[in-house]
């Protein structure tokens, strides 16, 4: 696990993205985002969403949704098992006012490609080790929790 404060430079940012050559990370807010992030399958599982356009922008998220999808109908092609190849997807959290924090890779579960939005689970491929971990704890807990409603005056 990674927390604490880490510039980041050298990156390509969309919403919630930074891309470089060899890797991929995905910044979500846990408790308090617009967007509905939720752990499923004890935590071993994340909702994920994108716009079509921010999606298809990532050479690393094109990469994983063709393996996503060659195994999806059982005929994984040279392009998709090379996917692994073309960079990891990272997952970041964090709960309001504290610092992100590292919760490892993920890989592609499910996608649906909707309107307006993009939606995918992701596998935690670190699950297990985060369990131990009293961040991921919090974040589970944060992210079950439902948002208070801001006080009038606030």
């Keep these: ?8 430079s050298g990156a390509k940012e969309a919403g919630g993205m930074l891309e470089w050559r060899s890797a991929l990370a995905l ?13 499923l399958a004890g935590g071993s599982q994340l909702s994920w ?10 050479r690393i998220l094109s990469a994983h949704r063709r393996r996503f999808e060659a195994r999806a109908v059982g005929t994984p092609s ?12 990272l997952l970041f959290s964090r709960i309001r006012g504290q ?5 490892g890779r993920v890989e592609m579960e499910s996608l649906s490609t909707g309107r307006p939005l993009v939606a995918v689970t992701w596998r935690l491929c670190d699950w297990e080790p985060l369990t131990r971990s ?4 919090a974040t589970l ?9 801001e006080q009038p005056g606030r």
Excluded: C, M, W
């Design 1 to 8: 696990l990674l927390t604490g404060g880490v510039e980041l």
């Design 27 to 39: 910044f979500i807010n846990v408790g308090h985002s617009r967007f509905a992030n939720e752990f």
């Design 49 to 58: 969403f994108a716009s079509p356009s921010q999606f298809n922008a990532s």
């Design 78 to 89: 040279a392009e998709a098992d090379t996917a692994a190849d073309d960079g990891a997807v």
């Design 99 to 103: 610092p992100y924090t590292f919760l």
């Design 134 to 137: 009293l961040h991921f704890a």
């Design 141 to 149: 807990e944060a992210a079950a929790a439902k948002p208070k409603p």
